[in-house]
């Protein structure tokens, strides 16, 4: 069982009373008197409440938020703000630092250099996937909870890991919420970029035709690139296809807003800006999670290898190929939610690791994340948001899974994008809940 430090610190924000828990937990929950590793949480719980884990007579229930990802800390909160302000009418919310990240024992280029092996460092890596999360999650409920159950709200890989609990762990799950995150349950990285690439490039058009001198602007600059060495004030080679990364924000709800302010100044006096390379550099960073990198196409691995899927299949949509921008008139198409080799070679932070990396995306052994048997019996109140024009987590992948879970009520909305539970207020989660339940 984890080890609980319940003398964490508390605090309080606008509205709400904070409390820090640390856990210790197996890195292999197969060995479990093996490598231990520390996972942190933090509890939210409306102001009025009794700090700390006592909540008096009739305390709210249990409500553990899954991040999006891999490889991101969980939301740093300030009071009620987004949907923390709806979901704290009903629980008190566990914000789990998945393992690897946040104040979690970090995974990153300093700490495993311990590990002296490529293999080495791809072994311990293969630990921190969605199966890992839920079962760092059940000893930390048991804990927190004992033997009751408590709901999970999923956000995009968040939901990955929701189906994984519902897969591994239904008994500790009393009513699971996903938003943008129904996967594919047999679907590998192939069919899923198979599927993304053109949802991508539609996202692209619709950009050019909202701002149409963008498109000057994106090929002056990745003519720029290809004919200078340009370096980034974080020591990031900056090319072309790393350029093209930036399409990753068109599948945020103010993603192409948040392009064209960046490209509309990129050049002053014939050159890149050192704002330009500043704001960009922040985005492609992979220093706040290099997890994202590494584990990314991993997180689709089932019994198979990934063998940079990406890559491979952005080959069969030559329209993305930058040449065509560069040495043609056609307008440069963005990138989106993907990972390439080349990124170990140009981010200063992913360097050390190329070599895990390469180990990782030739791994085949990977155990299975989903058990479409025990799905299909499953007793557990669940609904799911499905954004319709979801450019990370498909819909054709999302709608068979959500039929495939039995009891599973979907929501299908073209009014968010995938962002749609940190915009909405808390109207999203709204929905999601009331489903669940069996309220609308």
């Known amino acids: ?57 009739e305390p709210k229930p249990w409500l553990l938020y899954l ?57 311990y890596l293969a630990h921190f996937r969605a199966d890992s999360i839920v079962r760092d999650a059940e000893l930390i409920r048991r804990e927190l909870a004992g033997d009751e159950p408590w709901s999970v709200l999923g956000q995009s890989f968040g939901g990955f890991c929701t189906v994984s609990y519902l897969s591994l762990a239904p008994d500790g799950v009393r009513e699971a919420f996903i938003t943008g995150g129904l996967p594919g349950l047999a679907a590998t990285a192939d069919d899923v970029y198979r599927l993304t690439y053109p949802i991508v490039a539609e996202r692209n058009q619709r950009h050019y035709a909202r701002y149409p001198r963008d498109a000057d602007r994106a090929r002056d600059i990745a003519r720029y690139l290809a004919s200078h060495e340009v370096v980034m004030p974080d020591g990031g080679r900056l090319t072309v296809p790393a350029f093209q990364c930036l399409g990753r924000q068109l599948g945020a709800s103010t993603g192409s807003d948040t392009l064209h302010y960046l490209l509309e100044d990129a050049f002053a006096g014939g050159v890149l800006t050192d704002s330009f390379l500043a704001q960009v550099a922040a985005e492609l960073s992979f220093a706040p999670a290099p997890l994202y990198a590494l584990l990314h196409e991993a997180c689709y691995a089932q019994r198979s290898a990934t063998r940079w899927a990406a890559d491979r299949i952005q080959a069969e949509f030559p329209e993305f190929d930058p040449a065509a921008a560069v040495d043609g008139d056609i307008p440069l198409l963005f990138t989106g939610e993907m990972i390439y080799p080349w990124m170990f070679g140009t981010d200063p932070v992913l360097r050390p690791l190329r070599d895990a990396a390469e180990e990782l995306a030739a791994r085949e052994d990977w155990p299975p994340l989903y058990d479409p ?45 995938h962002d749609g539970l940190r915009v909405s207020n808390g109207a999203v989660l709204s929905r999601v809940a009331a489903l669940a339940r069996g309220a609308a």
Do not use: K
């Open 67 to 123: 991040q999006g990802g891999p490889g991101f800390g969980a939301l740093r909160p300030s009071g009620r703000d987004s949907w923390l302000d709806r979901a704290l009418d009903d629980f008190r919310v566990l914000l789990l630092d998945q393992r690897g990240t946040g104040r979690s024992t970090p995974a990153s280029r300093h700490t495993l250099a311990r590990l002296v092996t490529p293999q080495a460092q791809a072994g």
């Open 373 to 417: 048997g025990r799905l299909a019996a499953n007793a557990v109140p669940a609904a799911a948001a499905v954004y319709f024009e979801d450019m990370y987590v498909p819909a054709e992948l999302s709608l068979p899974t959500a039929r495939a879970i039995r009891g599973l009520r979907p929501w299908v909305t073209n009014e968010y994008q």
């Open 1 to 57: 069982m984890a080890a609980y430090q319940p003398s964490g610190p508390v605090y309080r924000q606008a509205g709400t009373i904070v409390t820090e828990h640390t856990f210790t937990v197996p890195l292999d929950h197969g060995q479990p008197d093996g490598e231990q590793i520390e996972v942190f949480a933090r509890e939210v719980a409306a102001a009025g409440a009794a700090p700390g884990p006592a909540r008096g007579p």
